[in-house]
């Protein structure tokens, strides 16, 4: 029998050679992994909670990974999320609009936006604003969370 070094499989996996689980799938079957764990009807679930159409897009676009360390890190910062919203502290997501067709157009030289886009704008200035000032709020209790603003 291999030692437990030698059970761990490359993605930090602890691997049971009697009991057979097995070890991260090789990039071909995991696509057929996925669709059999129906991973794109679970996907579909959490982005129905999500806060708006574009946070709902990323959900949709994730994929698993097997690098341990990220995955820890990832947990981590879930665990701090959630203690915050379960406590007093509080955070929320804001929805925002898709700026991507204004923000197209405005590549056009010499265009202008219209009064609807430019409104789309201040909501996504104002709900930016928003969360900058939670996340800064939450630096102290949660500074995983905090790390997720952006200048």
Do not use: C, N
């Not at 490359?10 to 071909?28: I, Q």
């Not at 915050?84 to 700026?99: F, H, Q, R, S, W």
């Amino acid at each position: 029998m291999k030692d437990l070094d030698e059970r761990s499989s490359p993605s930090g996996v602890l691997a049971s050679w009697d009991a057979g689980t097995p070890f991260a799938l090789p990039g071909g079957q995991s696509a057929e992994a996925l669709q059999d764990l129906e991973f794109a009807a679970v996907l579909a679930l959490v982005a129905a909670h999500a806060a708006g159409p574009l946070g709902a897009a990323r959900v949709q676009v994730r994929r698993p990974s097997d690098d341990i360390y990220w995955i820890r890190d990832e947990l981590a910062t879930v665990a701090e999320a959630r203690a915050l919203i379960v406590g007093d502290t509080g955070l929320a997501a804001e929805p925002v609009p898709d700026l991507a067709p204004a923000l197209q157009r405005l590549r056009i030289e010499g265009s202008v936006l219209e009064g609807p886009a430019l409104a789309q704008v201040l909501r996504v200035a104002v709900a930016g604003r928003m969360v900058s000032v939670q996340l800064r709020r939450v630096e102290g209790e949660a500074p995983r969370v905090a790390r997720l603003a952006r200048p």
